[in-house]
């Protein structure tokens, strides 16, 4: 399904005036406001081939209508939801759920809808079928040389695929870890993953990099062999210069200081790239910001301030992705939602007064550097978010204008009632 730009267009028209009204006042208090509207316009962030469909927990899942099927139908679902916010222009991809058939085809229709391909990711967390060896044991941490070969040729093989899409990276997340005590040799766990890892390393080509993405537990519960930033980091570090550390906003034990941990990845040249969610009390999978947007916005505080100390790109030298999973809301729905949380953190983090900032922490001003974030964080920076979408030729109000659309009624006519995608 193609959206319908007169569709989009009527509805703009119906609120623009309301619009310029909010962003005229916004702009008003803000005197940096058209710089914060131009790196809005540049920065986007990745869908992931699986969210795009109705998730499920291990006690069920309930699908949704007129869910993508096939890989062509994700990149449709992906195109709409970039034309409606113009900042969802890139697919990440799940291998196997999401083996391209055709190639030329498939980086054709992307071209056509305007987005690129973000990260392939490796899938050595489950068995598929006909597949020789099981990693119910894990896969790079195996004791069993085989199945480490195993692992080690999908990943390749990952690559592969990526090449052909135009893909820049690999994200690796494994699910190797112990379930008891006694079960793992913590050393030599270590040991078999990191030489795995230095073979697919070896496999990637020169302008590519490697996430290494960690997760405190799940789906083993003792230990797991890449179970924080720490862990990720030594890999990253021993295999080398294309290597990085991936943060899954969702990751980490219960109040762990992930904005630190950002700042201190940042200053170690390691941060890859990010899965964003949220989640209250584990890897919930939520819609971004739901949860706690004050932390998402101490984490994009700390994004924009390392980034600058270095001279990164915001839009284009970190992998910007959503990890995400819905169980009771319309996929498409909650992603334009976390989209549009990620870049009103942005927003707010690139309004940070940060020499204001610098003088209350030079001057151990606490009271001071608590104004200036949470005044920057109480003031309603969405007419930015719209006035970029509205330049970028998107909708004002993206669920609004989905709703307001009937986008699911017009996918569940073309695809049915009783569609399933493949993912968790
Ligand atoms: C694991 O929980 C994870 O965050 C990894 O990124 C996987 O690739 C993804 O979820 C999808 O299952
Ligand atoms: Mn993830």
């Known amino acids: 399904m193609i959206l319908d730009r007169s569709s989009l267009d009527a509805f703009n028209e119906r609120h623009v005036a309301e619009h310029r009204k909010r962003y005229e006042f916004t702009r008003s208090l803000l005197p940096g406001a058209e710089a914060v509207v131009e790196k809005l316009m540049a920065f986007n962030v990745a869908i992931p081939s699986w969210a795009l469909g109705t998730g499920g927990t291990r006690f069920g899942r309930f699908s949704g209508a007129g869910e993508p099927g096939t890989l062509e139908q994700k990149l449709d679902d992906v195109g709409l939801l ?18 391209p058939k055709d190639y030329a085809a498939i980086r054709r229709q992307a071209a056509d809808l305007g987005i690129g391909f973000d990260a392939v990711n490796s899938n050595t967390f489950q068995d598929q079928t006909g597949q020789a060896l099981s990693y119910k044991f894990g896969s790079l941490q195996n004791v069993n040389r085989a199945i480490r070969k195993q692992a080690i040729d999908h990943n390749i093989e990952v690559i592969r695929h990526g090449v052909e899409l135009g893909s820049k990276s690999l994200t690796v997340w494994l699910s190797d870890g112990s379930c008891f005590p006694g079960q793992l040799n913590f050393r030599k766990a270590f040991g078999n993953t990191l030489e795995g890892l230095h073979e697919i390393y070896a496999a990637l080509p020169d302008d590519w990099k490697v996430f290494v993405e960690y997760k405190a537990f799940e789906p083993n519960f003792y230990s797991m062999t890449v179970g924080d930033w720490g862990q990720s980091l030594l890999y990253a570090n021993k295999l080398g210069s294309k290597a990085y550390t991936l943060v899954d906003l969702g990751h980490h034990l219960p109040n ?13 040249g390691k941060l890859g790239g990010f899965h964003f969610n949220d989640s209250k ?11 706690r947007p004050y932390q998402l916005f101490l984490i994009f505080n700390e994004l924009v301030e390392g980034m600058d100390a270095r001279g990164m790109n915001h839009a284009t030298d970190l992998g910007w992705m959503i990890d995400a999973s819905h169980n009771v809301k319309d996929p498409l729905e909650d992603l334009l939602q976390s989209v549009e949380a990620l870049m009103l953190a942005y927003a707010q983090a690139l309004c940070v007064d940060r020499s204001a900032l610098e003088a209350a922490q030079a001057n151990n ?19 930015l978010l719209a006035e970029a979408r509205l330049r970028a030729g998107a909708a004002l109000h993206p669920v609004k204008y989905y709703r307001d659309a009937d986008i699911r009624g017009g996918l569940i006519r073309e695809r049915g009632s009783n569609t399933v995608a493949t993912g968790l």
């Open 82 to 99: 970039h034309a409606i916010n113009a900042s969802s222009g890139a697919v990440s991809l799940h291998i196997p759920w999401d083996i």
């Open 256 to 268: 762990a200081n992930i904005e630190q941990i950002v700042a201190l990845l940042l200053m170690e």
């Open 281 to 291: 009390y584990g890897d919930d999978d939520l819609t971004a910001g739901s949860m």
């Open 365 to 383: 001003d606490t009271v001071a550097a608590q104004e200036l974030l949470q005044d920057v964080f109480r003031t309603d920076l969405r007419p």
